[in-house]
């Protein structure tokens, strides 16, 4: 149930323009994201980050890549260690999730001007990207914070860049044994990324079980077809089907079996 809730509740609808499978299965509302990074704010550990480099903020790109302002430049920045869905890739598209990682990474950093940087041994990848772990003003940790919320894949573990890669597993762990966000569909996240069929694959099954199980659930509940009455003088009485007054009982109980009614007080109706 646990998996299926939080499946679930990033079912909703954020982003315009997807396509309508896209649309029905990879976004949240704006206001959840806006409560998740409130209560972010609210209880995050906040980071000395007086020893980090503070740069121009200019855009987010993604949910793991910005723009800053760079010795008079703009540059991308990475983040380091961990691998947000995509939402704009030429040949992957739009995953589940991407959207959510994003606009957590844009609320988190709203209204800030400036972000503090700090980098590991090397400071830019094979595209020649700045490679750097991304601090709020006040201290929040962008990856920590989007690895606890189940945002984000702890990945691209390249030396000598592992500064934190023991911190930032033990939050994905927890995420996982939590099965929030991309841990909540069994087999989306792999080693290599994440699986967007997979993805569609188990929340199809998802449904397909809790229509299931609603339908097996109003079954019994039609079932219970016996209609239990309290009268003016207090008398508890069932009526069964096609006795006399039968359809103009107005049930304050059902009963699937007339032990059931006996049990709770009730007596048979006399006609």
Same mark, same amino acid.
């Given at each position: 149930?646990?998996? $299926?809730?939080?499946a679930l509740f990033f079912l909703t609808v954020?982003?315009?323009?997807?396509?309508?499978?896209?649309?029905?299965?990879?976004?949240?509302?704006?206001?959840?994201?806006?409560?998740?990074?409130?209560?972010?704010?609210?209880?995050?550990?906040?980071?000395?980050?007086?020893?980090?480099?503070?740069?121009?903020?200019?855009?987010?790109?993604?949910?793991?890549?910005?723009?800053?302002?760079?010795?008079?430049?703009?540059?991308?920045?990475?983040? $380091?260690?961990?691998?947000?869905?995509?939402?704009?890739?030429?040949?992957?598209?739009?995953?589940?999730?991407?959207?959510?990682?994003?606009?957590?990474?844009?609320?988190?950093?709203?209204g800030q001007d400036t972000v503090y940087l700090?980098?590991?041994?090397?400071?830019?990848?094979?595209?020649?990207?700045?490679?750097?772990?991304?601090?709020?003003?006040?201290?929040?940790?962008?990856?920590?914070?989007?690895?606890?919320?189940?945002?984000?894949?702890?990945?691209?573990i390249y030396a000598p860049n592992t500064k934190?890669?023991?911190?930032?597993?033990?939050?994905?762990?927890?995420?996982?044994?939590?099965?929030?966000?991309?841990?909540?569909?069994?087999?989306?996240?792999?080693?290599?990324?994440?699986?967007?069929?997979?993805?569609?694959?188990?929340?199809?099954?998802?449904?397909?079980?809790?229509?299931?199980?609603?339908?097996?659930?109003?079954?019994?509940?039609?079932?219970?077809?016996?209609?239990?009455?309290?009268?003016?003088?207090?008398?508890?009485?069932?009526?069964?089907?096609?006795?006399?007054?039968?359809?103009?009982?107005?049930?304050?109980?059902?009963?699937?079996?007339?032990?059931?009614?006996?049990?709770?007080?009730?007596?048979?109706?006399?006609?």
């Amino acid at each position: 149930m646990k998996k $299926l809730f939080f499946a679930l509740f990033f079912l909703t609808v954020l982003m315009s323009g997807c396509t309508e499978e896209e649309s029905s299965t990879d976004s949240i509302k704006t206001e959840d994201i806006q409560e998740i990074v409130t209560a972010t704010k609210d209880t995050a550990e906040k980071h000395d980050v007086s020893k980090f480099e503070e740069f121009e903020l200019e855009s987010v790109i993604d949910g793991d890549t910005i723009r800053i302002k760079y010795n008079g430049s703009s540059e991308k920045v990475r983040f $380091l260690l961990v691998d947000t869905p995509e939402t704009n890739h030429e040949t992957l598209g739009v995953q589940p999730y991407g959207p959510e990682a994003k606009e957590f990474t844009k609320q988190l950093l709203a209204g800030q001007d400036t972000v503090y940087l700090e980098f590991d041994v090397s400071y830019r990848d094979k595209y020649k990207r700045l490679l750097a772990y991304i601090y709020t003003k006040d201290g929040i940790s962008v990856q920590e914070q989007l690895l606890k919320n189940g945002l984000a894949r702890v990945a691209y573990i390249y030396a000598p860049n592992t500064k934190h890669v023991d911190w930032f597993k033990s939050i994905q762990k927890t995420a996982q044994q939590s099965a929030i966000g991309i841990w909540s569909v069994e087999d989306y996240v792999t080693n290599r990324g994440f699986d967007k069929e997979a993805y569609y694959a188990a929340t199809k099954d998802q449904q397909d079980d809790a229509a299931t199980n609603n339908g097996e659930s109003t079954k019994a509940n039609n079932s219970c077809v016996i209609k239990g009455n309290i009268n003016a003088k207090g008398n508890k009485i069932y009526h069964m089907p096609g006795q006399r007054d039968y359809d103009n009982t107005v049930a304050e109980e059902m009963f699937c079996t007339e032990e059931e009614a006996v049990e709770n007080g009730f007596v048979p109706a006399k006609q």
